[in-house]
């Protein structure tokens, strides 16, 4: 068992309302101190000062707009470059070589350069959790990120190849690194599921077929596709939650029958999507997430509800059409009509309500995190390095 986990990520939330990502990186580190003595490292957004205890390590960083241009442009290697180096700077102080680095990343590359620096000075061993691609990287074809950028292959490349494990939120994608890193001896894609919440309402029955998406809006889940494909069916409801920005506000106010409701914290969104929801949507643009499986899929098992996917062909996709909801990729816009059309069938939408409730306990955090803890054993179990033979 390692000497302590440093859990290394961009976003946790110490004393604030969990709404999405941040809450569910909470939740993976409650799962790790079941078992580990686990220390967060993570940017201090608000204070110029060092905050250290046991359960975190908070240093300062501000972000600026013009360091994501920079790194799209080659200038810095990752926005989080100054934050970085700070904190490999002083984890070099403090980490032990039985220790153990947990790096994530949501497409940064930041975290995963603090690893193996402190590393390379330390000798302790690194485990990266890849939530998302590194962004401006390519994965088999397909570009990651969406606009244009200096390739950042060959710094993903140099900064994870000493790592001794990989994990990933999905089977497609670690089997895409696998063929990207055979030097890597461990590569494993483990779903993250759902996580725990209190679900203290039930579902209402209503005159009207509604359908509900809640999470992010952004250009990777273009949830304007939601709006487009099934906007001008008259006989259902469209409620979106979350962040709206300017285009989808104008874009929903050509629909009457689209409501746009604002971000909730994460246990009292569940509960009025259980209250209000008939149909959960999933939706990612973004062809690169083809290889991923978005949590918010896991959230809406965790709510026995149908879902309906607009997304890239993958395994997500794939998922959905095992029995668990209907999906496509947004520019098949027929077949996407179709799939409600589809859905409001009585007998069809309690079919796969049904076979959610059955397979519902599989997906449970705290089953599948059993795999987690199998794998962090199984690394610490390896040969360590000697710091002065990492590259």
Not at 19 to 39: A, F, H, P, Q, S
Not at 86 to 94: D, G, H, Q, R
Not at 245 to 250: A, C, L, M, V, Y
Not at 368 to 384: A, K, Q, R, W
Request: glycine share 8%; charged share 25%; proline share 3%.
């Amino acid at each position: 068992m390692p000497g302590r986990i440093y859990y290394i990520t961009r976003t946790y939330m110490i004393n604030e309302v969990s709404t999405g990502c941040g809450g569910l990186r909470n939740t993976y580190v409650e799962m790790l101190r079941e078992k580990y003595d686990v220390t967060v490292v993570t940017p201090n957004y608000y204070e110029q000062e060092m905050v250290i205890n046991d359960q975190y390590i908070l240093i300062p960083f501000f972000p600026k707009l013009k360091m994501h241009i920079y790194e799209a442009a080659g200038l810095c290697e990752d926005y989080l470059d100054k934050w970085s180096k700070i904190t490999s700077s002083y984890l070099e102080k403090v980490v032990k070589k039985d220790d153990l680095i947990f790096a994530t990343s949501g497409g940064e590359l930041g975290c995963i350069k603090i690893a193996y620096y402190v590393q390379k000075h330390v000798g302790c061993k690194v485990i990266i959790n890849l939530h998302d691609p590194v962004n401006y990287t390519h994965i088999g074809a397909i570009k990651v990120g969406g606009k244009l950028h200096v390739s950042r292959d060959n710094l993903v490349r140099k900064y994870m190849l000493n790592a001794e494990g990989i994990i990933t939120w999905a089977h497609e994608y670690a089997n895409t690194l696998k063929s990207m890193y055979p030097e890597i001896k461990m590569i494993k894609g483990i779903y993250r599921g759902y996580r725990k919440c209190k679900i203290w309402e039930t579902h209402q029955i209503k005159k009207d077929f509604k359908i509900v998406y809640a999470g992010a809006m952004g250009r990777d889940q273009g949830v304007d596709k939601v709006i487009k494909t099934w906007g001008e069916n008259k006989d259902i409801k469209i409620e979106l939650i979350g962040n709206a920005g300017k285009k989808i506000k104008k874009l929903a106010e050509k629909y009457p029958n689209v409501t746009l409701l604002k971000q909730m914290p994460y246990e009292e969104c569940m509960n009025y999507m259980k209250r209000e929801a008939d149909i959960g949507v999933v939706c990612i643009v973004a062809q690169e997430f083809g290889i991923a499986t978005p949590s918010k899929l896991f959230d809406l098992i965790n709510l026995e509800l149908p879902i309906l996917g607009i997304m890239p062909d993958g395994e997500g996709q794939n998922l959905i059409n095992s029995g668990y909801g209907l999906a496509a990729d947004y520019k098949e816009v027929e077949k996407n009509r179709n799939n409600l059309e589809m859905m409001k069938d009585t007998a069809y939408y309690n079919k796969i309500t049904e076979y959610i409730k059955k397979k519902k306990p599989e997906w449970a955090m705290e089953k599948l995190f059993e795999e987690v803890y199998e794998f962090i054993d199984e690394v610490m179990g390896m040969t360590v390095h000697k710091a002065s033979t990492i590259v």
